[in-house]
Nanobody, 116 residues
Framework: QVQLVESGGGLVQPGGSLRLSCAAS????????MGWYRQAPGKQRDVVAT????????TYADSVKVRFTISRDNAKNTVYLQMNSLQPEDTAVYYC?????????WGQGTQVTVSS
């Protein structure tokens, strides 16, 4: 089974940057999609960015486009999220997600807090 562990969250001032990592243990077979979602208190969980394992097709939420960049390392089964120009509205728990072999996997989340 696949388990996901996120890291890289923390407290940052507005305008700052963070880089999140999500490492997958276990085996990912063939095509898969990795992505980042976030959920603020009292809000629904929304997709931030996704990337495919083959041709690296990426998607971004409009609110983070340009500021955030998703990337992957298939050999390490790892996905990254580079977050620049962070704003208080970006404060949330960020969750890693993987879709592989018809199944969805979720990490436990990493807290990102943007505050002065």
């Amino acid at each position: 089974q696949v388990q996901l562990v996120e890291s890289g969250g923390g407290l940052v001032q507005p305008g700052g940057s963070l880089r999140l990592s999500c490492a997958a243990s276990g085996s990912l077979i063939g095509f898969y999609v990795m992505g980042w979602y976030r959920q603020a208190p009292g809000k629904q969980r929304d997709v931030v960015a996704t990337i495919t394992s083959r041709e690296s097709i990426t998607t971004y939420a409009d609110s983070v486009k340009v500021r955030f960049t998703i990337s992957r390392d298939n050999a390490k089964n790892t996905v990254y999220l580079q977050m620049n120009s962070l704003q208080p509205e970006d404060t949330a728990v960020y969750y890693c997600n993987v879709f592989n072999m018809g199944r969805f996997y979720w990490g436990q989340g990493t807290q990102v807090t943007v505050s002065s």
